[in-house]
């Protein structure tokens, strides 16, 4: 992104959520390189090792986010590590069971929604406070356009991110007359190894091959191709930035334009 883009994160303090690989490492990386000190967490040690070696600056917590004894380390050592906080991004999300409804087990379904609803519950919840020392803050809610269309066989997951989107509002009415700004980036398909083990669970619940899957994906937006992860870190970056210092409550989709989310 060009540097005008991102005016107003140099000196940024971040968190970002399940980042130690995929979107989340992108868009640690993103904010790095305009200027932004950044803290991420990740359940996988092995994987946050890697990354913090690999990046200069970055600082890292292993932490499952449905745990609030961990989430409020992450704050400890956030608290420590950046000395406050103006960004908050919650991206650890799970992609939960592919089965119709009545063959989803209720551990499953539970597991879903602890990661992917009460982690950001627990994040946001440690970050006020910090974010409302300072004149401005943004949180940014990663999501999914599941989040705005039905999903079959994937009730947990769609519930969950249907669920994000009025968190959002709801958290953008309360922390805006704060100065927190408070949004939801909604990616399409995002080109990876996770999109691809979605895929392949997806066509043997189906009980066709991979490549129908993929095929019925790329029809669901307008453009006909998957995002990529530096596409998402730079909307987040916009959102993030003093060019964005008014939107707030919004799901903001970079997606390609989805139409519809069951094309077969």
Same mark, same amino acid.
């Given at each position: 992104?060009? $540097?005008?883009?991102?005016?107003?994160?140099?000196?940024?303090?971040?968190?970002?959520?399940? /980042?130690?690989?995929?979107?989340?490492?992108?868009? /640690?990386? /993103?904010?790095?390189?305009?200027?932004?000190?950044?803290?991420?967490?990740?359940?996988?040690?092995? /994987?946050?090792? $890697?990354?913090?070696?690999?990046?200069?600056?970055?600082?890292?917590?292993?932490?499952?986010?449905?745990?609030? &004894? *961990?989430?409020?380390?992450?704050?400890?050592?956030? #608290?420590? #590590?950046?000395?406050?906080? *103006?960004?908050?991004?919650? =991206?650890?999300?799970?992609?939960?069971?592919?089965?119709?409804?009545? @063959?989803?087990?209720?551990?499953? !379904?539970?597991?879903?929604? &602890?990661? =992917?609803?009460?982690?950001?519950?627990?994040?946001?919840?440690?970050?006020?406070?910090?974010?409302?020392? =300072?004149?401005?803050?943004?949180?940014?809610?990663?999501?999914?356009?599941? +989040?705005?269309?039905?999903?079959?066989?994937?009730?947990?997951?769609?519930?969950?991110? !249907?669920?994000?989107?009025?968190?959002?509002?709801?958290?953008?009415? $309360?922390? +805006?007359?704060?100065?927190?700004?408070?949004?939801?980036?909604?990616? +399409?398909?995002?080109? +990876?190894?996770?999109? $691809?083990?979605?895929? #392949?669970? @997806?066509?043997?619940?189906?009980?066709?091959?991979?490549?129908?899957?993929?095929?019925?994906?790329?029809?669901?937006?307008?453009?006909?191709?998957?995002?990529?992860?530096?596409?998402?870190? =730079?909307?987040?970056?916009?959102?993030?930035?003093?060019?964005?210092?008014?939107?707030?409550?919004?799901?903001?989709?970079?997606?390609?334009?989805? #139409?519809?989310?069951?094309?077969?």
């Amino acid at each position: 992104m060009s $540097e005008s883009t991102v005016t107003g994160l140099n000196g940024a303090r971040v968190l970002i959520t399940g /980042a130690a690989s995929g979107i989340g490492l992108t868009m /640690a990386k /993103a904010f790095l390189s305009a200027g932004a000190r950044v803290h991420i967490t990740d359940i996988a040690a092995d /994987a946050l090792d $890697e990354s913090r070696c690999a990046n200069d600056g970055l600082t890292t917590t292993v932490s499952d986010v449905a745990n609030s &004894d *961990d989430v409020l380390r992450t704050f400890e050592d956030v #608290e420590r #590590e950046l000395g406050g906080l *103006d960004v908050l991004v919650n =991206n650890a999300g799970i992609a939960g069971p592919t089965a119709e409804l009545q @063959e989803v087990d209720q551990e499953d !379904w539970q597991r879903t929604l &602890d990661v =992917n609803i009460t982690g950001p519950y627990l994040c946001s919840k440690f970050a006020i406070p910090l974010l409302r020392r =300072n004149p401005t803050g943004s949180i940014i809610n990663i999501i999914s356009s599941a +989040g705005v269309f039905g999903y079959p066989l994937r009730s947990p997951y769609t519930a969950s991110k !249907w669920a994000m989107v009025g968190f959002t509002k709801t958290l953008a009415m $309360e922390l +805006g007359p704060h100065g927190i700004r408070v949004n939801a980036v909604a990616p +399409g398909s995002v080109s +990876g190894s996770r999109i $691809e083990g979605v895929i #392949e669970r @997806e066509a043997e619940a189906r009980g066709v091959d991979a490549d129908v899957v993929r095929a019925s994906y790329l029809r669901q937006n307008s453009l006909r191709t998957f995002v990529s992860a530096q596409d998402v870190a =730079n909307f987040v970056l916009f959102a993030c930035s003093g060019q964005g210092r008014f939107i707030s409550g919004q799901v903001l989709s970079v997606d390609g334009h989805t #139409e519809t989310l069951a094309q077969f």
